[in-house]
């Protein structure tokens, strides 16, 4: 089944966000808020809010996502914010070629 990729927040999103990053059991709830909070603010801002996103989905479902930005006061700098694949996806290369797709 081949993996696909985007760029767009779209709504079920933030549910995705908070189940994937829930699942890996590496963080807190405060902190699985704050990973809803900058899909959400992208989600409301249309590709202005300054947090860039990669989401990877197998037949519809999000299996994995990146979020980034750029390093203020650079040129072509950026910061991983997060990288996250759900527990029964992982290593399944999955993060692997979210990393690739964010390094471009």
Not at 84 to 104: C, F, M, N, P
Request: proline content about 3%; overall charge negative.
């Amino acid at each position: 089944m081949k993996l696909t990729f985007r760029p767009t927040v779209v709504p079920s999103d933030l549910e995705a966000v908070r189940q994937i990053v829930q699942s890996t059991g590496f963080f807190t709830d405060d902190e699985i808020d704050i990973a809803v909070e900058l899909a959400d603010a992208e989600l409301g801002a249309a590709g202005s809010s300054g947090y860039n996103f990669i989401f990877c989905e197998r037949e519809g479902r999000v299996l994995g996502y990146t979020c980034f930005g750029p390093v203020i006061c650079t040129e072509g700098s950026y910061d991983l914010y997060w990288i996250a694949v759900h527990r029964d996806h992982q290593g399944s290369g999955v993060g692997g070629r979210l990393l690739a797709r964010t390094e471009k």
